[in-house]
């Protein structure tokens, strides 16, 4: 079976490592990010807050952090240390960014987790999903959490076999320092290993082992203009 730790090491710098075991399949550490967030204290932010971002809810945003002058953080939620936050970032709600992350530009998160130093730094939605340490997601790249018939998210193992996941939504968990390229769709419920890459403009779905590429080619066809 899939574990976590084939994934993901979990940083000694977030207070959450109980709620996060190691020996689990990735896809539960989504399912605990709420419960890790019921577990803690959170204290009052005193920093400075522009006019045009709106703090709602129980939210741990660490001093070392700028707001920037737009944008909105909807608690639970927990902003570590040295991370950056964009204008337009929307944090909706049940959100764990680990050190040194870049919550970027226009990007929405929503009921995920962001190991140490993730960069999602354009135009993206996260949700339901689980990013790795030093994962990259390019410009805007979507980690889809919905199956269109709206049923059980299934997780595809590399031998092709599908194992339940038991939850409606479920996203993307993206291994540490994985990528994937601009303007790709990650379906509902894929993997991707450690050092795994996913090449621009993709539709992917399915478990992508470690120290592997997806990509497709497509001859490009030209045609004279005509005036």
């Known amino acids: 079976m899939l574990k976590a730790s084939d994934l993901f090491t979990f940083p000694d710098s977030l207070p959450f490592v109980a709620s996060f075991p190691s020996d689990v399949a990735p896809w539960q550490w989504v399912a605990s990010i709420k419960k890790a967030l019921a577990g803690i204290e959170f204290v009052p932010y005193n920093g400075e807050v522009p006019s045009g971002f709106e703090i709602e809810g129980s939210v741990y945003i660490h001093p070392s952090v700028r707001l920037p002058a737009f944008g909105s953080i909807k608690g639970p939620a927990y902003i570590a240390e040295g991370c950056e936050l964009r204008p337009g970032v929307y944090i909706r709600g049940n959100v764990i960014a680990g050190a040194n992350c870049v919550l970027g530009n226009s990007c929405e998160f929503k009921n995920c987790l962001l190991l140490e130093g993730v960069q999602v730094p354009h135009f993206s939605y996260v949700g339901d999903s689980v990013l790795g340490n030093k994962a990259h997601l390019g410009a805007g790249v979507i980690c889809s959490n919905l199956r269109l018939d709206q049923a059980e998210v299934p997780v595809q193992m590399m031998d092709g076999q599908r194992e339940s996941s038991g ?61």
């Open 167 to 227: 939850m409606r939504k479920l996203g993307a968990l993206l291994g540490d320092e994985a990528e994937v390229g601009c303007n790709s769709v990650l379906n509902p419920g894929s993997i991707l290993g450690r050092r795994a890459l996913v090449m621009p403009s993709m539709a992917y779905r399915g478990t992508l082992a470690t120290n592997t590429i997806a990509y497709h080619k497509e001859p490009i066809l030209t045609a004279p203009r005509m005036d």
